[in-house]
Every structure is written in C-alpha cells, then in structure tokens.
C-alpha cells in the first residue's frame, strides 16, 4: 500500500476509508529529509477519507517543517478535493523529466 524511496513515497491499491486509517496512523517519517514527494499514480480507488488523509500529511509536515507535494493525483481524487473547498491546500509536485 505505501513503500519508500529515499525521498518519495508511493501509495498503490485504495486509498479508501478502511485503508487511510492505518495509512494516517503510520505518517510519513521525514527522516532528516526537507522535502517529501507523495505519489498516487498506483491508487486505483479513492473516496472521502483520501482528502482527508492528504490534508493530515500536509498539516504534519508544515509542522515538521518539511516541504510536502502530491505527484500523479487522480482525477477522482481532485474532483472531490474541489466538491470540498480543499483543492487549491493540496500542493500539486512539479514533475521535471530527467534528460539523459
């Protein structure tokens, strides 16, 4: 459901009220890092509790002072974050293409 690498963490399978509460309570440790990448591109379902859970994680890391950004948010997931009000506090990543 979440694995690490180094300073991106990336979230698979449902992000739906049954999973965020295991997800919450396990947080995401910045281990010395200033800037923290949460990718969403393997989530296959979302409802309610995955706004919420982004919210907590952004309220942690500004309190931590750690720089947090959401990369490959799906649709599903934005379109209930505008329904709420919220969209515009969930902080999108600027994905940069690395050139060989």
Do not use: H
Request: aromatic share 4%; charged share 20%; hydrophobic share 45%.
């Amino acid at each position: 459901m979440i694995s690490r690498d180094g300073d991106r963490f990336q979230l698979s399978g449902r992000l739906t009220i049954d999973a965020v509460t295991a997800l919450y309570n396990s947080g995401l440790p910045p281990d010395g890092e200033s800037m923290l990448v949460v990718d969403l591109g393997k989530v296959e379902a979302v409802d309610s509790a995955a706004v919420s859970l982004l919210l907590s994680w952004l309220r942690r890391a500004q309190r931590d002072r750690v720089s947090l950004c959401f990369a490959n948010v799906p649709d599903n997931l934005m379109s209930l974050a505008r329904m709420y009000g919220v969209a515009e506090l969930i902080p999108l990543c600027q994905e940069v293409s690395k050139q060989s």
